[in-house]
């Protein structure tokens, strides 16, 4: 799923309020099937995995150090540490040798794909990414942009995305949630939104992806 | 922090066991305190080797303490044992009248657990004094002839100023309101007065710079100043348990007289040798081992780094420990509940307000004298840049950061070491070296509350206006400031992350 919309249609809040990072000032928030409380928070964000632009890496820790985060914490055992490291690296397409590199010896798109594998570490059920493609220039957007796809379709994880780019969403998601200032506008499948436009801000959106990527 | 704090650790706790053992080995030697000027020194050094001399007796100097509110105070605590004082000071300072009748002043001491020799047989009175060409110029002999010459410029030490015995009680017995005093650092009024950008400054009747700088006392004629006869004050605990040791101390009483004092204080403040050499060959006049000169600089330097040092090092050592292990939680509180943070910072701001000197003194009679007073101020000192930086650390990890840490579902505290801590790290140890290097520079001013360290020569040279001994303890200090700045640049590789440096 994709919630895409322009900047400060509250997109971004939507996650950080599925996080507990925000608290609603009203209203309840529900996350897997549950009210979201004091009690819950610590399993929730456990069961999740959050990607912020470029990463989020931790600047001390090297690739491994901050994908075996929370592992470590959990106190699992050297062995089932490494080879679920292993299975994230093949995933994500990093070299053993990249793994003990700093972020910032790191390539923007290899930042990237170090922070989803950090969120994947535990195998949680949903993943949350916030803007993963923004920080980075066209090519290496268009590349990680395949390998996203690629990682969506074989985890069969229930992913958030969200994108102020309609085409990115278009391509990655299965259902878009249109925003704008805070309302949702429309709920569809990508083909939907496009065949049938809820209202004319819909259909502006849509009209501008086919004039920006004519692809 | 976490692989810095071990090795500070071990460090800090065997230097204090060290400490502990040399202060614990000697349970019943005597402590003679004196003050930071020349005879005080003298008479602390003849009363030390008077009492070592006595067979199954011993003595240690705590030399140059900051003044009578320091060594009065150190008496009372059980600090010292005995120092040499003056009547008229004592008066002043326990009944706020110098003039009060000596039974009085034997009662109040004694209220106290405290009492005195017999006089040593001199006087060191108040004066005030002029240069010699003045004097026969403007036909200048006792101090009332001031009143008629208003446009003498006059400057006087701190001390002098505050007394009831001293500026405001003469001004008013001799009508000398029309001169406005300026307050000098006593041993710069001679400089300043010598220079000729003072008239008149005070004196002290035994005071050697009256001949060094060819100044002339004007007489009492109105008999203001109150009798200053020396004498040693001393806890009459400590006379009960040592009889043998004061009953050597009583010997010694009519011994000096005025022109014997002025000829040795001159022999410490004039020659440059040390008040210890001096006592020693007025002690033992046939011991010329005793009549060496002052050891040269380098000599004198290197005796001040093995001595002082060990003690100099420890208050920096221990007290920065302290600081550390407050100071970072504080900056941790301080991030997470803003109104407490902003209040234990702002009155950790307001401690470094307080003069050093000032705080130092606040301390003593919470904890006496020596290594307590000096150890709780330069942690109070410490304490800010360390917390403060804390809190500027953790505040400006970026946000995104920030909420990538705290989305990861870990614990808080986990969150803390593993994460937000290594990040804060650079600006943390900043915080601690800022500390460190302030701390080494303020650790100088312990010696005026008799804790050691290089303070020591600093503290006796300065009484004394020998610069050369205030630079054999400013320069081991220096020095140590700028070792620390370079173990810091070394701590840095060890603590701060790769990723961050």
Redesign the interface.
């Known amino acids: 799923m994709a919630l895409v919309g322009s900047s400060g249609s509250g997109k971004s809040t939507l996650l950080?309020l599925v996080?507990g990072?925000l608290t609603p000032s009203e209203g309840t928030v529900s996350v897997f099937d549950a009210p979201l409380t004091r009690a819950s928070?610590?399993?929730?964000?456990?069961r999740?995995g959050?990607v912020?632009?470029?990463g989020?890496l931790?600047?001390?820790?090297?690739a491994r150090g901050n994908i075996e985060?929370?592992p470590r914490?959990l106190g699992w055992a050297g062995e089932r540490m490494a080879k679920r490291t292993k299975e994230l690296a093949t995933l994500i397409r990093l070299r053993e040798d990249e793994l003990e590199r700093?972020?910032?010896e790191l390539s923007g798109g290899q930042r990237q794909r170090v922070g989803i594998a950090r969120a994947l570490a535990l195998d949680p059920p949903l993943l949350l990414l916030d803007e993963p493609l923004g920080a980075l220039d066209p090519l290496v957007r268009a590349s990680l942009q395949h390998d996203l796809l690629e990682i969506f379709t074989s985890l069969n994880k229930t992913v958030v995305l969200v994108t102020h780019d309609l085409a990115e969403a278009l391509q990655l998601a299965t259902r878009i949630v249109l925003l704008d200032r805070g309302q949702v506008v429309q709920d569809a499948a990508p083909d939907e939104l496009v065949r049938a436009p809820a209202n004319d801000f819909v259909r502006q959106f849509v009209a501008s992806v086919s004039r920006g990527a004519p692809s | 922090m976490s692989r810095f704090l071990p090795v500070a650790l071990v460090a800090a706790l065997a230097l204090a066991a060290t400490t502990v053992t040399i202060a614990a080995a000697a349970p019943s030697e005597l402590r003679v305190g004196s003050k930071r000027f020349a005879e005080s020194l003298l008479l602390g050094e003849i009363a030390t080797q008077t009492i070592a001399a006595v067979p199954g007796e011993s003595a240690r100097h705590e030399a140059a303490l900051g003044g009578t509110a320091v060594t009065m105070t150190a008496l009372e605590n059980d600090s010292i044992d005995l120092y040499p004082e003056y009547l008229g000071t004592m008066k002043d300072a326990l009944l706020h009248d110098p003039a009060a009748p000596d039974d009085k002043l034997a009662a109040t001491l004694a209220a106290k657990g405290l009492a005195m020799t017999a006089s040593l047989g001199f006087e060191d009175g108040y004066a005030l004094a002029v240069r010699r060409a003045d004097a026969s110029a403007r036909g200048l002999t006792k101090l009332s002839d001031l009143a008629h010459h208003p446009e003498l410029r006059i400057g006087v030490s701190h001390e002098f100023l505050g007394r009831a015995d001293g500026w405001p009680g003469l001004a008013r017995a001799y009508g000398l309101d029309a001169l406005e005093p300026a307050a000098f650092e006593h041993a710069l009024a001679y400089r300043a007065i010598a220079a000729g950008s003072l008239d008149v400054t005070d004196a002290y009747t035994t005071d050697a710079a009256l001949a060094t700088y060819d100044l002339v006392p004007l007489a009492d004629d109105r008999r203001f100043f109150p009798s200053y006869a020396a004498v040693f004050v001393y806890r009459v605990h400590a006379r009960d348990q040592h009889p043998r040791a004061f009953a050597a101390l009583d010997a010694l009483a009519g011994k000096l007289d005025t022109d014997t004092v002025v000829r040795l204080n001159r022999a410490i403040e004039t020659d440059g040798k040390t008040a210890a050499a001096v006592a020693r060959t007025w002690l033992r006049p046939d011991d010329r081992a005793a009549d060496v000169a002052a050891p040269s600089f380098l000599a004198g330097t290197l005796e001040v780094i093995r001595t002082d040092g060990p003690q100099h090092l420890f208050l920096v050592l221990v007290s920065l420990l302290a600081a550390t292990l407050v100071g970072v939680p504080l900056g941790i509180i301080a991030r997470r509940r803003r109104v407490l943070g902003a209040l234990l910072l702002g009155s950790a701001g307001l401690v470094q307000t307080i003069p050093s000197l000032a705080l130092l003194c606040f301390m003593i009679p919470l904890f006496g004298i020596g290594t307590g007073p000096a150890l709780a101020a330069l942690f109070l000192y410490g304490l800010l840049p360390i917390a403060r930086n804390t809190l500027t650390g953790l505040s400006s990890i970026p946000p995104?950061?920030a909420?990538?840490?705290?989305?990861?579902?870990?614990?808080p505290r986990?969150v803390l070491l593993?994460?937000t801590l290594?990040?804060a790290s650079p600006t943390i140890l900043a915080g601690v070296k800022t500390s460190a290097i302030l701390a080494v520079g303020t650790a100088t001013l312990a010696a005026f509350v008799g804790a050691g360290g290089f303070g020591v020569p600093i503290s006796t040279g300065l009484g004394l206006n020998d610069t050369r001994l205030v630079l054999e303890g400013a320069l081991p200090a220096a020095l140590l400031a700028l070792v620390a700045q370079g173990l810091f640049a070394l701590l840095e590789r060890v603590v701060v992350?790769?990723?961050?440096r």
């Open positions: 950080r996080l990072l928070l610590p399993e929730v964000r456990q999740s959050y912020v632009q470029d989020g931790f600047p001390h820790l090297t985060l929370r914490h700093l972020p910032r | 995104e950061l909420e990538s840490a705290e989305a990861l579902g870990l614990p986990v593993r994460v290594p990040m992350p790769r990723g961050l």
